[in-house]
């Protein structure tokens, strides 16, 4: 509507986002009149693709702390981000989404990663577009065709970790007060906006010089698994003991196993397993595990 528009250009230019032209998508992903799987997969293909961009922004961050001049506490920061974005990217693989690009540019090149005030002008943009996608999807996911409140909340449960970043930017890069958002701005009145935006800004347009190419974090690396072991949470779904993005069999079993004192789980399992949150393992969380896997909760 002229009033979202209005809104949106608003809102977009704090972020100092550009939004002419930004209707062009990188490709089409959104069918006309889609049934509720082919619009659930839209929106998990332009997630995936959203975090791998944020991976790549994030690894390069990392890898050029020094250049940056970031303290300990400042990289590690940075390094939570990137392996928290990369458990989004892998969630949404997990669940069928397709990648549309996996090289990327940014709008000041290679000096982003170079001049700390790029950096987080850079963070700023990026982590703004990927709070308004998520929050779109939220209203998505809980709108025709879809319909899914457990997938609305999957939505906003990530939406909360994306803005925890740009808050985060703001700290590292010496604004006060570093939350200074009441409300977060919804700029996306769909997820099918979100690649435009990022093309537009420059973020979808490789070329020499300005060329940089996703490669999935390693949480077992010396840099970051020190920093991945404090990361509570890594599943939306109670229940998800093994970690795939999922609940089966296999989660009710280790579950089981738990309860008896077969097995020992470490705290993250713990913390899925005990879906009733009484905070212990037992056999009860083993039977709610089973009826959420045949559709009975």
């Not at 990369?86 to 397709?98: C, E, K, P, S, V």
């Not at 093309?199 to 300005?210: C, I, K, T």
């Not at 949480?219 to 990361?231: C, D, E, G, R, W």
């Amino acid at each position: 509507s002229p009033v979202f528009r209005r809104r949106f250009i608003r809102d977009a230019a704090a972020l100092g986002l550009t939004v002419a032209g930004a209707s062009l998508l990188l490709k089409p992903v959104f069918a006309a009149d889609p049934t509720p799987a082919e619009a659930i997969k839209a929106i998990f293909t332009v997630a995936r693709t959203a975090e791998q961009l944020a991976v790549t922004f994030y690894t390069n961050g990392v890898n050029n702390a020094t250049a940056l001049g970031l303290t300990e506490v400042q990289t590690n920061q940075l390094k939570a981000a990137l392996i928290e974005e990369q458990i989004h990217q892998l969630f949404f693989t997990a669940q069928g989404g397709d990648s549309l690009a996996d090289t990327f540019s940014f709008p000041d090149g290679p000096s982003t990663f170079t001049d700390l005030t790029k950096f987080i002008k850079t963070q700023q943009q990026l982590e703004g577009a990927f709070d308004a996608a998520f929050i779109a999807a939220v209203k998505e996911f809980a709108s025709p065709p879809i319909n899914s409140p457990a997938l609305a909340q999957v939505g906003a449960q990530i939406a909360m970790i994306e803005s925890e970043h740009r808050v985060l930017g703001r700290k590292i890069g010496g604004f006060s007060p570093a939350d200074n958002q009441a409300y977060a701005p919804a700029l996306l009145d769909k997820v099918a906006d979100a690649p435009g935006v990022l093309n537009v800004n420059g973020y979808l347009s490789p070329v020499a010089g300005n060329t940089w190419t996703y490669a999935p974090a390693d949480f077992t690396s010396a840099s970051l698994a020190p920093v991945y072991q404090k990361i509570l949470y890594l599943t939306p779904f109670r229940g998800d003991v093994t970690g795939d993005a999922d609940v089966s069999v296999k989660d009710a079993t280790l579950t089981l196993r738990a309860s008896v004192g077969a097995s020992t789980l470490t705290d993250q399992q713990k913390a899925a397993a005990d879906v009733n949150g009484d905070g212990s393992v037992n056999v009860a969380d083993v039977i709610t595990i089973l009826k959420r896997i045949v559709g009975l909760v």
